[in-house]
């Protein structure tokens, strides 16, 4: 049977969503050998300041690259629990940051509440990191990319000279999720 | 009667066509207020080495985000050319980069072949700014999207200090089009 993993990322500008989009999407298709697409939408949305990104993982060629039935959503403010929870399939994952995320979704949902964007800042030493942190978290709920692969991904996407404060962030998300 | 344009963008890794697409995509809907969708397929072709960035700009919601029917084809490289002609749609725009492509498709197209990477080696100085040259090209053979909202999107997405290089390499590729 063939497998098709949807996941969303959303949030607000600025929060490195769009980046976590594509190594989650690289570490599927490079590095693990499946295949991947990573789109965003622009509209309405964006022009208010919110980001949104969309990862599909298959073990086939993807036909369909919109997520329609959510497996796994990081929402990293309130705004965006709020809009896209809906789309979340009965049983899927939920993320959010309790640093911006205050009113949880109910429903059928398994539902991680982290103070994500906090961790970052005062563990790392770094607030940009929070999208790293959740990437660990993500990697470790959804366990449809591998560890290397986000690895490899890591090192390949972010700038020079801060592999090793991301590689922290991600391993911090990691055991988070533990 | 509702307008639905569809962009590929072709050529191998590290040619930067996903930041050109992310321009593209930005320029439309946070600037001239259209709908926009942007994304890439990673799969046994990004293994390989090779790139593909799609946009889709619509005055509608964007369901369907794959661009099935093309309307404007950047091809770097001769693969991308032989790969995705068939794809445009009769009477398309077919724009290649001379320096890389020798065999020009046949059929019912506007082919634009112009040496984009020579004049961002030569002309601008910096072989990596072939991108945003080829950029300029899309912007006046498209109309699709307005000179000042690309501006815009350019000074927001280039790394800072690089504006006005990138700048000048777009005024280089509106030029090459008339």
Redesign the interface.
Known sequence: MSFRYEIRLSGAGGQGLILIG?IL??A???YD?K?????????PE??GGASRSEVIISDE??????ATNIDLLLAMTQEAVDKYTADVKPGGIIITDSYFVKNLPGGDFKVYNFPITEIAENEIGKKITANIVALGLIEKLSQVVSDDAVINAIRARVPKGTEETNIKAFRRGQQLAE
Chains 1, 2 share one sequence.
């Open positions: 594509k999407a690289e599927a298709a490079i050998e295949n991947a697409t990573q789109s965003q939408s622009y509209g964006a022009r060629d993807i036909d369909y690259p919109k």
